[in-house]
């Protein structure tokens, strides 16, 4: 199995940036995944790191370092719509695929 | 282009009673997935196929849960008998070969067990 940890809650103000960690351990590495999901609806991509770095996508940004095992999420200008549950996911070599247990982030006025 | 179709979007059925879920991917999509989702947890992985061929069931309750990708396009599971604890949402999600191993997920299915 995989381990895939990741905070339960957060809360931020609107407008301001938030950082949601994620770190894991896995063997074969290929990639790892953000998505988000609101209240029942269905997961969402977000973004996708394989290689170190940070790869920007308007408001949202995902760090990578693979000798570390870890990655977060970046949020900037923080709106109400993004208060919703963010999911980091693992793939590996075999396509195999976990998530963890996912982040709920709450924006407050 | 349409998305992953999932149906029905919600069952309840008592205990012990059969139930199924169908799953139809993105069109040209050959990986699909089966994944249940508890509530305030991340989506577990079920099933997954390549094409028609199912290459990790391992964590599958093989005794009382069955899928099936016969002409490697549509998907069900089954759940037979069904218990208290199979209570969850039950996504489907599928995967393009190549390019970034992004998945899309259905909108589920959310089953409720009396």
């Known amino acids: 199995g995989q381990n895939i940890d990741q905070p339960t809650e957060m809360t931020a103000t609107e407008g301001a940036i938030v950082q949601i960690n994620c770190t894991y351990q896995?063997?074969?590495?290929?990639?790892l995944f953000w998505y988000q999901q609101h209240a029942g609806e269905a997961p969402t991509f977000l973004s996708y790191n394989v290689l170190d770095g940070l790869e920007e996508k308007g408001r949202f940004s995902s760090f990578l370092s693979r000798s570390k095992g870890y990655s977060y999420l970046l949020l900037k200008e923080l709106q109400m719509k993004d208060s919703a549950s963010y999911l980091c996911?693992?793939?590996?070599?075999?396509?195999?695929?976990?998530f963890g247990t996912g982040t709920s982030l709450t924006v407050i006025p | 282009e349409a998305g992953v179709v999932q149906s029905p979007r919600y069952k309840i059925i008592e205990k012990k009673q059969p139930v199924a879920f169908w799953c139809n991917p993105i069109s040209g999509h050959n990986t699909l997935y089966w994944y249940r989702q508890n509530l305030g947890q991340g989506p577990e992985l079920l099933i997954r196929y390549e094409n028609e061929e199912a290459v990790d069931d391992s964590q599958l309750p093989k005794d009382r849960f069955s899928a099936e990708r016969l002409k490697g396009v549509d998907s069900t599971l089954k759940i037979q008998p069904a218990e208290l604890g199979d209570s969850a949402v039950y996504l489907c999600?599928?995967?393009?070969?190549?390019?970034?191993?992004?998945?899309?997920f259905g909108p589920g299915t959310r089953l409720t067990v009396l």
């Open positions: 999600a599928s995967r393009a070969r190549g390019g970034s191993n992004e998945q899309f």
């Open positions: 996911a693992v793939s590996n070599t075999g396509n195999q695929f976990y």
């Open positions: 896995t063997s074969g590495f290929n990639g």
